[in-house]
């Protein structure tokens, strides 16, 4: 909904989406396992059991344990994996795979964001190799995704980076910090109540399609409650998503902000010209 308009001089502001059940209908990582499978990098069995994974994902979302139990499985299955062939069948296949699930609703509010002036960035558990290219086709500004150790061209099975919840909040913080932006006016979006410390990190919270404890917990805050049910694919829209201007870039973390920030990927860094913005409330 849009209502009045911005003054222009106000701090930069931004919109940080979770991704997985709140701009897209499942995992981003577990929906390429067919993919992955028919690339070689897995058997049949590691695909039955991702789509378990997947099935319980989409059936009450995943708590701590859960995430962790995932992390650790998804870590030990990729060690060896070629990062380019990765990447190459992530590229082939994502307008197949994640084009026909990405929410309606969620598509509206990146282009209401992006209408006010706001940066968009997208903070996910998952892979950068699978997030940097979902996120470009969003027509995000910045990503935050986990990352693994890479030697010689390939996985090692541990993990560099991991974006998940009070780390995801600490990332945020950090890129407020270099971008300049008012964290008491910026958005965030989430399904999960492991991303309570990301949501309580801004001024406008919003829980997405919420686990059970996470709608627990936005009632006792009064937190915002978003329903989003409507996948579609971005051609069927109104074609009015911003697409980034510019290749994604990558940006070093530096001093003592390196572990918060090791994460980060910069899709293109735009700067919108000065003037009237209009606000979605």
């Given amino acids: 909904m849009l209502g009045i308009v911005e003054n222009h001089s106000l701090p930069r502001t931004a919109a940080f989406f979770d991704l997985d059940k709140t701009v897209i209908a499942k995992s981003s990582t577990l929906t390429f396992s067919k993919s992955f499978y028919q690339g070689g990098l897995i058997n049949r069995r590691a695909v039955l059991r991702t789509a378990y994974a997947q099935f319980v994902f989409l059936a009450g979302g995943a708590d701590h344990d859960q995430m962790e139990r995932m992390r650790e499985y998804l870590s030990a299955l990729c060690r060896g994996w070629n990062v380019q062939q990765v990447r190459e069948i992530v590229a082939e296949t994502l307008h197949e795979l994640i084009d026909p699930i990405i929410y309606d609703e969620a598509a509206s509010l990146i282009e209401a964001h992006h209408t006010a002036g706001r940066d968009v960035v997208i903070v996910s558990t998952s892979?950068?190799?699978?997030?940097?290219?979902?996120?470009?086709?969003?027509?995000?500004?910045?990503?935050?995704?986990?990352?693994?150790?890479?030697?010689?061209?390939?996985?090692?099975?541990?993990?560099?980076?991991?974006?998940?919840?009070?780390?995801?909040?600490?990332?945020i913080k950090e890129l407020a910090e270099s971008e300049g932006y008012d964290l008491s006016r910026c958005y965030a979006y989430s399904d999960s109540v492991t991303d309570i410390p990301?949501?309580?990190?801004?001024?406008?919270?919003?829980?997405?399609?919420?686990?059970?404890?996470?709608?627990?917990?936005?009632?006792?805050?009064?937190?915002?409650?978003?329903?989003?049910?409507?996948?579609?694919?971005?051609?069927?829209?109104?074609?009015?998503?911003s697409m980034p201007s510019r290749p994604p870039l990558a940006a070093a973390a530096g001093g003592g902000a390196a572990a918060a920030t090791a994460g980060l990927v910069w899709l293109a860094g735009r700067?919108?010209?000065?003037?009237?913005?209009?606000?979605?409330?």
């Fill in 127 to 171: 892979g950068a190799e699978v997030v940097e290219p979902i996120g470009e086709l969003l027509g995000a500004d910045r990503v935050v995704a986990t990352r693994m150790v890479v030697e010689d061209g390939a996985f090692t099975g541990e993990v560099e980076y991991y974006a998940y919840g009070p780390t995801k909040a600490e990332a």
């Fill in 198 to 241: 990301m949501l309580e990190t801004v001024g406008h919270p919003h829980a997405v399609n919420p686990d059970r404890a996470l709608r627990r917990e936005a009632a006792a805050r009064d937190w915002p409650v978003l329903s989003f049910n409507r996948p579609v694919r971005l051609k069927q829209r109104v074609p009015a998503l």
């Fill in 271 to 281: 700067r919108r010209e000065p003037g009237s913005r209009i606000a979605p409330l």
